[in-house]
């Protein structure tokens, strides 16, 4: 019964343990596992969250920029 009751202890989104792989870099699986969430970590989930947040941000002054820079380059070709 101990046996029964250990089992049913473990929780089923407990991270199940990573082999290192030889066709990968030793990087990808600490990137693969950063992204891939496995049970509840608050701090590593609120990290996650806040890059993702950077991220989209950085992206958003990318596409501005870009859209500034082609309409500014629009309207001097069209006073040429």
Not at 17 to 37: K, Y
Request: glycine residues 4%; aromatic residues 4%.
């Amino acid at each position: 019964m101990k046996v029964l009751d250990a089992l049913s202890r473990r929780s089923p989104s407990a991270p199940a343990p990573l082999e290192a792989s030889a066709d990968r870099p030793a990087g990808a699986r600490s990137v693969t596992s950063f992204l891939l969430a496995r049970g509840l970590d608050v701090k590593r989930e609120s990290v996650r969250v806040v890059s993702g947040f950077a991220l989209l941000l950085m992206l958003a002054v990318v596409v501005l920029n870009v859209t500034l820079w082609h309409k500014a380059w629009q309207r001097i070709e069209a006073e040429a």
